[in-house]
């Protein structure tokens, strides 16, 4: 086969067109030739699934979709962790140097995970806090949280984009440290019983919120719009009354906001949505976060493995429970015991009934006798 190969097998498998010597007419398509190659399609498992959301680790995920198909193993191992995450919490060994260790969005997704099972303390709060962290969602975990605990997690967290503190309580100290180290946040939700009674929260508010005041060594602008543009962070900060402010704030939710900080957000910050509905969201092209229906972290939710089954009102699985060796043997002691003593008392039955039909008998052998007399 590796010799050297006719004309005409040649001539069949070749896109050239045929020499001037080889007997056929130049120019006129062949009978027998091959049909003009087309370039491949890409076929179906070579394209990317339209439903099929990624992992936290491969791009982002739309909030509370959940992967179509078997999840990946960086969604397993999560989920797996998620399981266990009350074990891991409780050995001192794992909150000081495992779960710290842990990759940035990997801990962010555990961390979720302790928010939706209640699991959220200060410790473990501490332990999941990453300077990589860009959404914080701590609702229905405040009571377990103190405020010096949130604080110290605030300032691992400079990259905070979102945070929802609304059941933790939060005093004018937690807004400063929130003004102070997380500049880029852009959507803030308040809200518990505590942080609506606290008056030293609503004039904190006031000194976080992107209040622009002009100052000797602030830039010269004739609007907001044009005092953002400045590209000099030094300069944007000079335009603020002061470090500590929120200059990236789009959207506040505070429902029972006091009157006289909502008066003075919508006064001096109108770029800021104070309580958006969805329907203002949509109409102000907010982000999506600034909705308040959405859970902040349900895209890391999303890239954990079957999350779903520790949402509230979600029926528990049961499992079977593991019962050690020495119990099996127990059990089966007990019910070959039991199997002897019902069958012991089956015969003593039957032998009973036996015993009566033939004392029956004779007794009627003996009346007939005596009646023949």
Same mark, same amino acid.
């Given at each position: 086969?590796?010799?050297?190969?006719?004309?005409?097998?040649?001539?069949?498998?070749?896109?050239? @067109?045929?020499?001037?010597?080889?007997?056929?007419?130049?120019?006129?398509?062949?009978?027998?030739?091959?049909?003009?190659?087309?370039?491949?399609?890409?076929?179906?498992?070579?394209?990317?699934?339209?439903?099929?959301?990624?992992?936290?680790?491969?791009?982002?995920?739309?909030?509370?979709?959940?992967?179509?198909?078997?999840?990946?193993?960086?969604?397993?191992?999560?989920?797996?962790?998620?399981?266990?995450?009350?074990?891991?919490?409780?050995?001192?060994?794992?909150?000081? @140097?495992?779960?710290?260790?842990?990759?940035?969005?990997?801990?962010?997704?555990?961390?979720?995970?302790?928010?939706?099972?209640?699991?959220?303390?200060?410790?473990?709060?501490?332990?999941?806090?990453?300077?990589g962290h860009t959404v914080?969602?701590?609702?229905?975990?405040?009571?377990?949280?103190?405020?010096?605990?949130?604080?110290?997690?605030?300032?691992?967290?400079?990259?905070?984009?979102?945070?929802?503190?609304?059941s933790c309580h939060v005093?004018?100290?937690?807004?400063?440290?929130?003004?102070?180290?997380?500049?880029?946040?852009?959507?803030?939700?308040?809200?518990?019983?505590?942080?609506?009674?606290?008056?030293?929260?609503?004039?904190?508010?006031?000194?976080?919120?992107?209040?622009?005041?002009?100052?000797?060594?602030?830039?010269?602008?004739?609007?907001?719009d044009a005092l953002l543009?400045?590209?000099?962070?030094?300069?944007?900060?000079?335009?603020?009354?002061?470090?500590?402010?929120?200059?990236?704030?789009?959207?506040?939710?505070?429902?029972?906001?006091?009157?006289?900080?909502?008066?003075?957000?919508?006064?001096?910050?109108?770029?800021?949505?104070?309580?958006?509905?969805?329907?203002?969201?949509?109409?102000?092209?907010?982000?999506?976060?600034?909705?308040?229906?959405?859970?902040?972290?349900?895209?890391?939710?999303?890239?954990?493995?079957?999350?779903?089954?520790?949402?509230?009102?979600?029926?528990?699985?049961?499992?079977?429970?593991?019962?050690?060796?020495? @119990?099996?043997?127990?059990?089966?002691?007990?019910?070959?015991?039991?199997?002897?003593?019902?069958?012991?008392?089956?015969?003593?039955?039957?032998?009973?009934?036996?015993?009566?039909?033939?004392?029956?008998?004779?007794?009627?052998?003996?009346?007939?006798?005596?009646?023949?007399?």
């Amino acid at each position: 086969m590796g010799g050297p190969q006719p004309p005409e097998f040649a001539a069949a498998f070749s896109d050239d @067109e045929e020499p001037a010597g080889s007997g056929e007419p130049a120019g006129q398509p062949k009978a027998w030739a091959a049909p003009p190659r087309t370039p491949p399609t890409p076929s179906a498992q070579q394209q990317p699934h339209p439903q099929r959301p990624q992992g936290p680790g491969q791009g982002p995920v739309a909030p509370g979709v959940q992967a179509a198909g078997p999840p990946s193993l960086l969604a397993t191992c999560l989920g797996v962790l998620g399981e266990h995450l009350p074990d891991l919490l409780e050995d001192e060994e794992c909150l000081q @140097e495992v779960l710290p260790a842990l990759p940035s969005e990997a801990k962010a997704c555990l961390l979720a995970v302790a928010r939706l099972r209640r699991l959220l303390c200060d410790a473990a709060l501490a332990a999941l806090a990453d300077e990589g962290h860009t959404v914080l969602d701590l609702h229905g975990c405040g009571e377990a949280l103190s405020e010096g605990g949130l604080c110290a997690a605030l300032r691992r967290m400079p990259h905070l984009r979102c945070a929802d503190l609304g059941s933790c309580h939060v005093s004018g100290a937690t807004l400063r440290t929130l003004g102070e180290c997380c500049p880029a946040l852009e959507v803030l939700r308040l809200g518990s019983p505590a942080t609506d009674g606290s008056a030293s929260a609503a004039r904190a508010l006031t000194d976080i919120l992107p209040v622009p005041q002009q100052r000797q060594e602030a830039p010269a602008a004739d609007s907001w719009d044009a005092l953002l543009a400045v590209e000099d962070p030094g300069q944007l900060s000079a335009a603020v009354g002061g470090p500590g402010r929120l200059m990236q704030l789009q959207c506040l939710c505070w429902p029972n906001i006091p009157f006289r900080a909502e008066q003075h957000c919508r006064r001096a910050c109108p770029r800021v949505a104070l309580n958006p509905t969805a329907e203002e969201v949509a109409a102000r092209r907010l982000p999506p976060a600034c909705d308040p229906r959405l859970r902040l972290d349900a895209a890391l939710l999303a890239g954990v493995a079957r999350s779903e089954r520790w949402q509230q009102g979600a029926p528990q699985e049961q499992r079977p429970a593991v019962v050690h060796i020495a @119990e099996k043997f127990r059990q089966a002691y007990i019910s070959r015991e039991r199997r002897l003593r019902e069958r012991v008392e089956r015969q003593w039955r039957q032998e009973r009934r036996r015993e009566e039909r033939r004392r029956s008998a004779a007794e009627a052998l003996i009346r007939q006798w005596e009646g023949e007399l």
